[in-house]
């Protein structure tokens, strides 16, 4: 590997963490409030750019331009689908959560129900961030980070096992202090320095690629190469036998990114740090219109890998790493290398600072010590931190064996993400519906799911209806199920949501107009690119 490449590497990477440092030095990060929310200072520009980097980690730039290898421009539904959901965000969930000052989701859920719902919102997404959420970070970061500085031939190690459980434990160790040594701000603030690193290097991927395509004749030639040789494998609209046919879009996919974007304590944390809800929405919505540009560096270029490789019998998940080590020169591959680790770190220490705000507020001082300080509190989540990051490091390497790291990260996300979803939602929207339903539904909804996936028999149904479908048949069924149970036996007395004044409650009066503007923007660019034949 070319010096050039491993010193721009660590001289971005050793910039990052020096003005991330300069910056956050002199933050309060002992008490809850400076720590879990980072004084409730975020502007909207921190907000955008964190959630943009909590979003793009490896598991996203690997895991999805490996699906898009496979499977072409029909996974860009994970992208279109993703604004909407945002506009769902700032327009409807923002307003509710900032009302009740909430750190966590499981504390609304206990507002809204009671301390035995939170508890288990709490367990699930505990359980959740470790087993599955953590080590797939880790390993699509570990994967890509292998074939883009070519560790193989920097370390002199044959053994891809060995490289495979050092790369991880780096990243881990390296996420860990960043996160439980930090606080939420540390987390946000290094994510928009890596988020600007992220979208300017992310977009010279296909530049150079399309000009490798094209023999140096320009990124349109190379554009038009790859269109008339697999035109194909730029069809929006997924068939049948894709993973993510057309009409899943308006099911599973659609309910799997509402949750995401509007009820994941991974995501939403930034924005409870919000000044206000109309520094919150504005965030929220420049969120969506980055995303609009994701299809460039999180699909294009798993496409452009497949005209280049798929003869070649590189591994869908080997395509970015192998592709950005082709077509960057030497001191750019140093550079998005380390944007790569700030994109990994990003996710990382955003899972694990929130499973850190769980346990503290949801566990320790919820159950454990009611009467803990604000230094107790913060100090147990440090060292639960610890522990959840060393079981992730631990379990990370044993995904190698993975067909397709995102797509398996989007079916197990689906085991947790339904039923919080629904609960949360039936929490909102009514009034009457008391906290023994909510309770049972999240249970049922996680053990249903997990039958529907594991159970021999089950999963042949499922199979049959498609998985998106059949998530998205549970989370209408919790609904109902939930409703009905309010109507035979309601709480007594109907829930009324009151304002903790935590902070201004003024909206953006921009936002409605700039919401419409995105899901039109959505449809345009979805549009372009169907073809419906397939269907």
Same mark, same amino acid.
């Given at each position: 590997? =070319?010096?050039?490449?491993?010193?721009?590497?660590?001289?971005?990477? %050793?910039?990052?963490?020096?003005?991330?440092?300069?910056?956050?030095?002199?933050?309060?990060?002992?008490? /809850?409030?400076?720590?879990?929310?980072? %004084?409730?200072?975020?502007?909207?520009?921190?907000?955008?750019?964190?959630? $943009?980097?909590?979003?793009?980690?490896?598991?996203?730039?690997?895991?999805?331009?490996?699906?898009?290898?496979?499977?072409?421009?029909?996974?860009?539904? @994970?992208?279109?689908?993703?604004?909407?959901?945002?506009?769902?965000?700032?327009?409807?969930?923002?307003?509710?959560?900032?009302?009740?000052?909430?750190?966590?989701?499981?504390? $609304?859920?206990?507002? &809204?129900?009671?301390?035995?719902?939170?508890? #288990?919102?709490?367990?699930?997404?505990?359980?959740?961030?470790?087993?599955?959420?953590?080590?797939?970070?880790?390993?699509? !970061?570990?994967? %890509?980070?292998?074939?883009?500085?070519?560790?193989?031939?920097?370390?002199?190690?044959?053994?891809?096992?060995?490289?495979?459980?050092?790369?991880?434990?780096?990243?881990? #160790?390296?996420?860990?202090?960043?996160?439980?040594?930090?606080?939420?701000?540390?987390?946000?603030v290094s994510d928009t320095l890596n988020g600007i690193g992220l979208l300017i290097g992310g977009m010279l991927i296909p530049y150079f690629a399309f000009n490798l395509i094209s023999d140096g004749q320009g990124v349109m030639e190379g554009w038009h190469i790859l269109k008339t040789t697999y035109p194909k494998m730029l069809n929006s609209v997924g068939g049948p036998t894709h993973n993510v046919p057309f009409f899943t879009l308006f099911t599973g996919v659609m309910i799997i990114n509402l949750f995401y974007w509007c009820t994941n304590q991974q995501i939403i944390q930034r924005t409870f740090g919000a000044s206000s809800l109309a520094e919150g929405q504005k965030g929220v919505l420049l969120t969506g219109g980055l995303k609009l540009l994701g299809p460039l560096y999180l699909v294009l270029p798993g496409i452009i890998a497949f005209y280049l490789y798929s003869k070649s019998g590189?591994?869908?998940?080997? +395509?970015?790493?192998?592709?950005? &080590?082709?077509?960057?020169?030497?001191?750019?591959?140093?550079?998005?290398?380390?944007?790569?680790?700030?994109?990994?770190? /990003?996710?990382?220490? /955003?899972?694990?600072?929130?499973?850190?705000?769980?346990?503290?507020? !949801?566990?320790?001082? !919820?159950?454990?010590?009611?009467?803990?300080?604000?230094?107790?509190?913060?100090?147990?989540?440090?060292?639960?931190?610890?522990?959840?990051?060393?079981?992730?490091?631990?379990?990370? =390497?044993?995904?190698?064996?993975?067909?397709?790291?995102?797509?398996?990260?989007?079916?197990?996300? %689906?085991?947790?993400?339904?039923?919080?979803?629904?609960?949360?939602?039936?929490?909102?929207?009514?009034?009457?519906?008391?906290?023994?339903?909510?309770?049972?539904?999240?249970?049922?909804?996680? #053990?249903?799911?997990?039958?529907?996936?594991?159970?021999?028999?089950?999963?042949?149904?499922?199979?049959?209806?498609?998985?998106?479908?059949?998530?998205?048949?549970?989370?209408? !069924?919790?609904?109902?199920?939930?409703?009905?149970?309010?109507?035979? +036996?309601?709480?007594?007395?109907? @829930?009324?949501?009151?304002?903790?004044?935590?902070?201004?409650?003024?909206? @953006?009066?921009?936002?409605?107009?700039?919401?419409?503007?995105?899901?039109?923007?959505?449809?345009? #660019?979805?549009? /372009?690119?169907?073809?419906?034949?397939?269907?």
């Amino acid at each position: 590997m =070319p010096l050039i490449t491993i010193l721009s590497f660590v001289l971005f990477t %050793g910039l990052v963490a020096f003005t991330t440092w300069l910056i956050t030095r002199k933050d309060n990060h002992h008490s /809850s409030r400076g720590y879990f929310l980072a %004084g409730r200072s975020l502007t909207f520009p921190l907000i955008a750019g964190s959630l $943009l980097l909590t979003n793009l980690s490896t598991e996203q730039l690997v895991g999805l331009n490996g699906l898009a290898f496979n499977e072409g421009l029909s996974v860009i539904a @994970w992208e279109v689908v993703a604004v909407l959901a945002l506009v769902a965000m700032a327009l409807f969930f923002l307003p509710r959560f900032l009302k009740s000052g909430i750190a966590t989701l499981p504390q $609304l859920l206990e507002i &809204r129900f009671d301390k035995q719902t939170a508890l #288990i919102t709490n367990f699930i997404f505990l359980i959740a961030y470790m087993v599955i959420l953590m080590p797939i970070i880790l390993y699509s !970061g570990a994967r %890509g980070l292998s074939n883009m500085l070519d560790l193989k031939g920097l370390l002199g190690i044959e053994d891809e096992t060995l490289i495979l459980w050092l790369t991880v434990w780096f990243v881990g #160790i390296a996420g860990s202090i960043y996160a439980l040594w930090g606080g939420l701000r540390t987390v946000v603030v290094s994510d928009t320095l890596n988020g600007i690193g992220l979208l300017i290097g992310g977009m010279l991927i296909p530049y150079f690629a399309f000009n490798l395509i094209s023999d140096g004749q320009g990124v349109m030639e190379g554009w038009h190469i790859l269109k008339t040789t697999y035109p194909k494998m730029l069809n929006s609209v997924g068939g049948p036998t894709h993973n993510v046919p057309f009409f899943t879009l308006f099911t599973g996919v659609m309910i799997i990114n509402l949750f995401y974007w509007c009820t994941n304590q991974q995501i939403i944390q930034r924005t409870f740090g919000a000044s206000s809800l109309a520094e919150g929405q504005k965030g929220v919505l420049l969120t969506g219109g980055l995303k609009l540009l994701g299809p460039l560096y999180l699909v294009l270029p798993g496409i452009i890998a497949f005209y280049l490789y798929s003869k070649s019998g590189v591994k869908a998940d080997n +395509a970015y790493g192998t592709l950005v &080590r082709q077509v960057l020169p030497a001191p750019l591959t140093g550079f998005f290398a380390a944007v790569m680790v700030g994109a990994i770190l /990003s996710s990382f220490n /955003s899972a694990l600072n929130s499973t850190c705000t769980l346990f503290s507020l !949801g566990f320790y001082k !919820g159950m454990l010590r009611k009467n803990a300080t604000d230094e107790q509190v913060v100090r147990s989540g440090k060292w639960f931190g610890l522990f959840l990051a060393i079981g992730a490091m631990t379990i990370a =390497p044993f995904l190698a064996k993975t067909e397709s790291i995102f797509a398996y990260l989007q079916k197990m996300n %689906g085991i947790y993400f339904i039923p919080i979803f629904a609960v949360v939602l039936v929490g909102l929207l009514s009034k009457r519906v008391p906290a023994k339903a909510a309770r049972v539904a999240l249970l049922c909804g996680v #053990i249903i799911i997990a039958i529907g996936y594991f159970i021999p028999g089950c999963s042949d149904v499922v199979e049959y209806l498609h998985e998106y479908h059949f998530l998205a048949i549970v989370f209408v !069924g919790l609904i109902v199920a939930m409703l009905i149970w309010g109507k035979l +036996a309601p709480r007594k007395a109907a @829930w009324i949501q009151q304002d903790v004044k935590a902070v201004d409650l003024t909206p @953006w009066k921009w936002a409605v107009p700039t919401g419409i503007l995105l899901c039109v923007i959505v449809c345009i #660019i979805y549009y /372009s690119f169907a073809d419906f034949g397939v269907l």
